[in-house]
């Protein structure tokens, strides 16, 4: 069995902040991510930079709540708490 699914990175800038939605349907359940990036007044105005670094937290953020979702599942299944290590 092959499942695919696509990962959708959506970006909001204005001249100092930079935030980055991340966000993934698995079986009909979607999952959210979040990150924002801000650029120090004296560093260069390069977007890329913003982008990069929101994306990658906003990417972060949706890994740990995949792994936080699964936990829940294996728990609800098992009757019992679960921890499991992202």
Known sequence: ??????IELSFEEDASH????????IRGATFSGFG???RNPGDANLPIIGEELAAARALSDLAHRLVDAAAEAISDREGEPVHLRG
Do not use: D
Not at 1 to 6: L, Q
Not at 18 to 24: C, I, L, P, W
């Open 18 to 25: 930079t935030e980055a939605r991340a966000s993934v349907n």
């Open 36 to 38: 924002r990036a801000r």
């Open 1 to 6: 069995m092959k499942e695919t699914g696509e």
